[in-house]
């Protein structure tokens, strides 16, 4: 499978190209999250969960073709406001130049120019912008790394290929579930192991992607829904938790500024 991916000799050896499709609040933090983490030289580390450091590998398919760190991003927005937003943030995590530039409404060129793409969209938008003209052709034989909540991998094959039995030449579909802390390096993030095995360098790819924002978990498809509800939603709730102890600490004469922070890092305390 992973010959899937390979560089197709539209480009120079060893180049790989990632795409985010849909570049909003958690496209962004993923995108800078691995910027932050690779040079130019590859060299690049982080922690485990013991706060150790380690290396993020160089990775390549059983053939000897490049798959990390990528050489190379796009992104993909609507407005000039977006393209204004993402750019911004882009600079500041980009401090190797790394070669990045954002193609704005032809998600479908995007996607012709790379070899592996992170499906970033609002839910509501995923089958508009698969279902456009030239998009199948533009995914042959890539990977397809969604984000989306709540959209099964099954989903996006069926909005591809019309439930059309699996054949040479598609696309690989992962699904997965970080959330929005990915923007400072704190995402716990659900990878959904697909129903079809895929090479285990493919595996590392993504596993790598997303180590880059945090910490990463397999489970299978159907505990996809229920990640989502506890890691996806999970921040908001934690964060309605820490409101609420800071208001109780107002009530009970605190100053607010200092109630904040004084509950803030009780949170951030480890058990």
Same mark, same amino acid.
């Given at each position: ?126 089958? =508009? ?13 890539? %990977? $397809? ?20 039995? =699996? ?37 590392? %790819? ?23 509800? %506890? ?22 004469? $605190? ?17």
């Amino acid at each position: 499978m992973a010959s899937s991916i390979l560089t197709t000799g539209r480009r120079k050896e060893g180049e790989q190209v990632l795409a985010f499709i849909g570049c909003g609040t958690l496209g962004t933090g993923i995108l800078t999250g691995i910027m932050s983490h690779v040079g130019k030289e590859g060299l690049s580390f982080v922690q485990d969960e013991a706060g150790n450091t380690e290396p993020l590998p160089f990775l390549q398919d059983q053939h000897g073709n490049h798959l990390f760190p990528p050489t190379s991003y796009i992104a993909t927005c609507r407005s000039d406001s977006a393209v204004e937003r993402v750019d911004a943030a882009v600079s500041e995590a980009n401090t190797t130049g790394e070669t990045f530039k954002v193609i704005q409404n032809d998600n479908v060129k995007a996607c012709q120019e790379a070899d592996v793409i992170i499906l970033g969209c609002k839910p509501y938008m995923v089958s =508009g912008i698969l279902s456009k003209p030239g998009m199948v052709k533009a995914l042959e034989g890539k %990977l $397809l790394i969604s984000i989306c909540a709540g959209v099964a991998a099954e989903d996006i094959e069926n909005t591809l290929y019309g439930g059309k039995p =699996g054949g040479v030449g598609r696309c690989t579909v992962v699904r997965t579930m970080p959330n929005t802390a990915a923007g400072i390096g704190q995402s716990m993030t659900v990878l959904a192991t697909p129903s079809t095995p895929i090479d285990e360098s493919v595996s590392m %790819l993504i596993e790598t992607i997303f180590k880059c924002v945090g910490e990463v978990v397999w489970l299978p498809p159907n505990l996809m829904d229920a990640s989502t509800a %506890l890691c996806g939603s999970g921040p908001a709730f934690f964060l309605l938790l820490l409101e609420a102890a800071i208001d109780g600490g107002v009530a009970m004469g $605190l100053p607010r500024a200092e109630a904040t922070k004084m509950a803030a890092q009780t949170m951030n305390e480890r058990v």
